[in-house]
């Protein structure tokens, strides 16, 4: 199994697991994706959902370009596969729970398309990224286009695609790839702090936040006004916000139970 999905008490984690070609991205793994993030989405326990390559050299080395010839060859199989990385990419980017991407070494092509659908992206000193779409003639999937757009900008976004060079972990921290760069030894650490942050804070805030700002960010149309007030309005209504206000005085930390 490439793809390994696993609940480890209120985390999600989705490990890519093909260390032998750096954990390349195969058709399999791509198709478990969003099966697995709606399995997560479902599940009132899960309060995060982490992606992480096997080991500490690769977090994805793109897709598995061994299956090209077969699966991205023909022009039906190109748009096929172009609507399967859609689905994956909305399926992280839709869900209600926040996303993070803890990145060891290598995270190229697909790879930086998962670190970019997540909300968070922490990574290694190790860590280098890149899209090598001009040197292998290909088009980068749209969704992935806006992602990084949204991300690096216009600039940014425009050097990266052009040149198809690699970026060290410093460089992706100044463009905005990654939110922190921490020694390889401190990175898992790092992250589990921030993991046991996010699942203490309220899920509602957070789903709802989400919404909001992807709002703001969709492909088409003007942000749905009353969607966003709606969202808001969820969390006014909450029981976690009794809940937050009474723990604030009470000088307690909240006990958050998404209702």
Not at 78 to 88: N, P, T
Not at 124 to 148: C, D, M, T, V, W
Not at 166 to 182: I, K, P, S, T
Request: hydrophobic share 40%.
């Amino acid at each position: 199994m490439s793809l390994l999905v696993e609940k480890r008490g209120a985390v999600g984690w989705l490990v890519f697991n093909q260390p032998a070609k750096k954990n390349a991205i195969n058709d399999a793994m791509w198709r478990d994706i969003p099966a697995a993030m709606a399995q997560f989405d479902r599940d009132d326990e899960v309060r995060c959902v982490a992606f992480r390559g096997a080991g500490t050299e690769a977090f994805a080395a793109g897709a598995d370009i061994s299956e090209f010839e077969k699966k991205r060859s023909e022009r039906g199989a190109v748009a096929e596969y172009d609507d399967l990385l859609d689905r994956v990419l909305h399926s992280i980017q839709g869900s209600p729970k926040p996303t993070l991407a803890m990145i060891y070494g290598y995270c190229l092509g697909g790879g930086v398309e998962i670190a970019l659908a997540c909300d968070l992206r922490y990574c290694g000193a190790s860590a280098q990224f890149g899209i090598p779409a001009a040197k292998l003639g290909l088009a980068y999937n749209i969704e992935g286009h806006k992602r990084l757009l949204e991300t690096v900008g216009h600039a940014r976004a425009r050097e990266i695609m052009f040149l198809g060079r690699r970026y060290n972990a410093d460089e992706a921290f100044a463009m905005g790839l990654v939110q922190r760069v921490l020694p390889d030894a401190e990175l898992e650490p790092y992250v589990d702090d921030v993991i046991n942050t996010l699942c203490e804070n309220a899920p509602l805030s957070i789903a709802n936040t989400k919404t909001i700002l992807e709002e703001f960010v969709k492909s088409s149309g003007t942000a749905d006004a009353a969607r966003m007030r709606a969202a808001i309005e969820r969390c006014a209504k909450s029981a976690d916000y009794i809940e937050g206000r009474r723990a604030f005085m009470e000088k307690r930390k909240p006990r958050f139970t998404g209702k």
